[in-house]
């Protein structure tokens, strides 16, 4: 069973911060990785995917992967009022067997405080 | 921006009944899926579909659940006999590319509730 694990905070940040969400897995299979952000009662949103060990920068957001420890972190730096949210790590499976199925963690809930 | 869209946005129903969850996926996209997230629970997948067949599907799509492609444009999930605790949120996704570095779109969902 491919289990996604995420502290589920709440995390409180001031605005301007740097925030701070990881996520580890527990299937070396997976082989992508995605973050989405989800307002209550809406929809998952994609924010960043990452395949590759190392870090991906979009805008203030950064995704980081650690393949060997299992481990996959996004970094939300001059963090907003309205990145306030739920951000969801989800991790996708092995090619070979299945068409994509993502298995999501429980997500972790920011408020970023003004 | 094209996006995935999903009607009805709320449907409420009798322990019983059946009900049609109804998707458009994004108008280019071949891999169709749904999800469901009880509240305050996690997002978990319920099936995925590609080709008219279901590709895969896990152990909660059990023999009250079916999808289908009707047309070329919608897809479709459906509850035989809903249970309480069927209640959720229901999440359609597409995407067009389910290799190395596919990326899935969410639809806004349906809220279930059965009573």
């Known amino acids: 069973q491919k289990e996604v694990e995420q502290n589920s905070g709440p995390l409180s940040v001031p605005e301007g911060a740097i925030a701070s969400l990881n996520c580890t897995y527990s299937?070396?299979?997976?082989?992508?990785f995605f973050w989405y952000r989800q307002y209550s009662g809406k929809s998952p949103e994609l924010i960043m995917s990452i395949y590759s060990n190392g870090d991906k920068e979009d805008g203030r957001f950064t995704a980081q992967l650690n393949k060997a420890s299992q481990y996959v972190s996004l970094l939300i730096r001059d963090s907003q009022p309205s990145d306030s949210a739920t951000y969801l790590c989800a991790a996708g499976t092995d090619r070979g067997s299945t068409l994509g199925r993502l298995y999501f963690g429980r997500g972790t809930q920011l408020t970023v405080w003004p | 921006e094209p996006e995935v869209t999903q009607t009805p946005s709320h449907q409420v129903t009798q322990m019983g009944q059946e009900v049609i969850l109804r998707c458009v996926p994004i108008?280019?996209?071949?891999?169709f899926y749904w999800y469901r997230q009880i509240l305050g629970q996690k997002v978990e997948f319920l099936v995925s579909?590609?080709?008219?067949?279901?590709?895969?599907k896990s152990e909660i799509f059990d023999d009250q659940f079916s999808v289908e492609r009707p047309d070329g444009s919608n897809f479709t999930l459906k509850i035989r006999s809903t249970k309480l605790e069927d209640s959720a949120m229901y999440f359609c996704?597409?995407?067009?590319?389910?290799?190395?570095?596919?990326?899935?779109?969410f639809g806004p969902g349906t809220r279930l509730l059965v009573l």
């Open positions: 299937d070396r299979v997976s082989q992508s």
């Open positions: 108008s280019n996209h071949l891999y």
């Open positions: 579909f590609y080709n008219n067949e279901i590709s895969e």
């Open positions: 996704a597409s995407s067009d590319n389910p290799g190395p570095q596919e990326t899935q779109y």
